[in-house]
């Protein structure tokens, strides 16, 4: 059974930074395709950014710049690292793996306030 843990959200001011955390069981995530997407109240959920098996990563125009993804083979851990905060970054995010059809975690608020 694969479960997907985040922790890491919180509340930050604008221009902070925040490192949100996705513990997997059931998975080894180097081989598995992972991403994190976000859903502000009243939107749609959307990915902010994803990593393949190989360790290529893409992000949404919105964060690009501003946001890391990472894996942490040994932890079997994903990492969302947050710089430069913004307002309109406030929302649930979760971890995925293997896409929209995959597993998701039970998501982390993260609030930035102005």
């Known amino acids: 059974q694969v479960q997907l843990v985040e922790s890491g959200g919180g509340l930050v001011q604008a221009g902070g930074s925040l490192r949100l955390s996705c513990a997997a069981s059931?998975?080894?995530?180097?081989?598995?395709?992972m991403g994190w997407y976000r859903q502000a109240p009243g939107t749609q959920r959307e990915l902010v950014a994803g990593?393949?098996?190989?360790?290529?990563?893409n992000y949404a125009d919105s964060v690009r710049g501003r946001f890391t993804i990472s894996r942490d083979n040994a932890k079997n851990t994903n990492y969302l690292q947050m710089n430069s905060l913004k307002p309109e970054d406030t929302a649930v995010y979760y971890c995925?793996?293997?896409?929209?059809?995959?597993?998701w975690g039970q998501g982390t608020q993260v609030t930035v306030s102005s």
């Open positions: 995925n793996a293997r896409g929209p059809q995959g597993h």
């Open positions: 059931g998975i080894i995530l180097r081989y598995a395709h």
């Open positions: 990593i393949t098996s190989g360790g290529s990563t």
